[in-house]
């Protein structure tokens, strides 16, 4: 008998309709997945009537966590005047107003509707300004469901290749052709990675980098691997193109303010849309050019029937607007509370283990070995046991983390979530021989 029967019961009709009963791989786990029925404010709960705190906000795009009065209201006038229209819409002007006047790099922008899409646009931009084929990108790092984004996600050391990075297909059915079109560089290795971007350069549209790649180990990236990409870019004309669908919460700015960078193009998504599905590209106006229907020929022609449909514009600029340089500051504060918390619990019961991550979000690994990049990251079997026993026993006890164990705060969190938090890691710290063993 399952410790969630309503779960259970929602799962077996999802499985005649869905295959595996699923259309979202980060929400699936065995044996079902957990059924939402609401969230307010830093709190979910399931279809069994079980509140947790949650630390994952879905996939860090809830940076107010669930059901904001303020954006509530903003969606709902919006409502009653229509969801979306064969029109442009003021809506649309003032996100990007907002957008534009955040961070210096981004003069001119986009909407699209998720951050997937979001890469591939800025992806495809960097291709048409350029008029080169390939892209650069770190192994290990995600950046959504574009083909090429994808290559090398998920290498590992019987697919990575002996030398540098081999471009490894993600999804079966992935063209060679995609492969052949991605350069692969390890992530903080500035040496090694400036090498293999030289010597494609002739070919290479751009590089695209995630400063704190997520799926990578949550590692920001070093001062001199940034000051490469900037070397290699002053050098060779190769665009940077960032991902910070999720690193733009770091700072007001996005976390390439804390580098002193300024990406040619930036991908945008999560927090911007407020709770609702969104994605923006951003850039220079000069490369952003390439989307300017003006021409006789765009060389980018880009459309969608949802793009920066009003409701999630006045989402995002609600949630945008709250999202102060002060709040920022105040979760960065609680972030590095969380971190020396949970670095100072695994030291006291002396178990392997550290905590990457910045500002709001932060990253529990179990071993102790150096980590600099994807593969440094990547965890024994007996570990993922153990982070799995500690993410289990937390769910069962109030807090939804997510199964790699990266954490975000939102804004309704203070003092008293980060210690309750840190409090029932620690006993799941003492629970763990216990739940790796533990079936659902
Ligand atoms: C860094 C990064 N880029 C891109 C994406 C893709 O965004 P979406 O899920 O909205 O397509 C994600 C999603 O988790 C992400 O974490």
Redesign the pocket.
Same mark, same amino acid.
């Given at each position: 008998m399952s410790k969630r029967p309503i779960s259970a019961e929602l799962y077996e009709r999802a499985k005649a309709v869905m295959p595996g009963g699923n259309t979202r791989v980060t929400v699936y786990m065995k044996p079902h997945p957990y059924y939402a029925d609401h969230g307010q404010g830093c709190r979910i709960t399931d279809v069994d009537g079980i509140e947790r705190l949650d630390f994952t906000n879905n @996939?860090?795009s809830l940076i107010h966590g669930h059901a904001h009065p303020d954006v509530i209201a903003a969606v709902g006038a919006q409502l009653q005047r229509g969801s979306a229209f064969p029109m442009a819409s003021e809506t649309e002007i003032d996100l990007a107003e907002h957008l534009c006047a955040r961070a210096p790099s981004f003069n001119h922008v986009r909407f699209c509707n998720?951050?997937?899409?979001?890469?591939m646009f800025a992806l495809k931009a960097a291709r048409a300004h350029t008029g080169k084929p390939k892209i650069a990108k770190c192994e290990g790092s @995600?950046?959504?469901?574009y083909d090429f984004a994808e290559v090398s996600l998920d290498s590992t050391p019987a697919t990575w290749g002996n030398a540098e990075p081999k471009s490894v297909a993600y999804a079966s059915g992935t063209p060679q052709s995609v492969l052949d079109e991605v350069v692969v560089i390890p992530f903080n290795k500035p040496k090694e990675a400036e090498r293999i971007l030289r010597a494609h350069t002739k070919e290479l549209a751009c590089v695209l980098v $995630?400063l704190m790649?997520?799926r990578g180990g949550l590692i920001p990236a070093t001062p001199d691997f940034v000051e490469m990409l900037k070397r290699v870019r002053e050098d060779t004309g190769m665009l940077i193109v960032l $991902?910070e669908?999720?690193t733009l919460r770091l700072a007001y700015e996005g976390a390439q303010s804390l580098y002193d960078l300024r990406a040619d193009l930036t991908?945008l998504?999560?927090i911007i849309g407020g709770g609702f599905?969104v994605?923006a590209v951003a850039g220079s106006a000069a490369v952003m050019a390439v989307f300017d229907p003006r021409q006789d020929k765009t060389p980018l022609p880009h459309s969608g029937t949802f793009n920066a449909n009003p409701v999630t514009m006045v989402a995002g600029l609600t949630a945008m607007r709250l999202l102060t340089r002060d709040e920022i500051t105040r979760l960065g504060k609680l972030g590095d509370k969380a971190r020396t918390g949970v670095a100072a619990a695994m030291k006291s019961v002396g178990m392997a283990g550290q905590v990457t991550g910045l500002g709001s979000l932060f990253r529990i690994h179990v071993h102790d070995r150096p980590l600099s990049d994807y593969r440094s990251m990547l965890m024994m079997a007996d570990e993922k046991a153990i982070l799995a026993g500690i993410v289990g026993y937390m769910r069962d006890h109030g807090f939804f983390v997510n199964e790699r164990g990266v954490c975000s705060l939102s804004t309704p969190m203070g003092d008293a979530e980060i210690d309750a938090f840190l409090d029932c890691f620690k006993d799941a710290l003492a629970a763990v021989p216990d739940q790796t063993q533990a079936a659902d």
């Open positions: @996939y860090n998720s951050g997937s899409e979001a890469v @995600y950046h959504g469901s $995630d790649p997520n $991902d669908v999720i991908a998504g999560k599905p994605g």
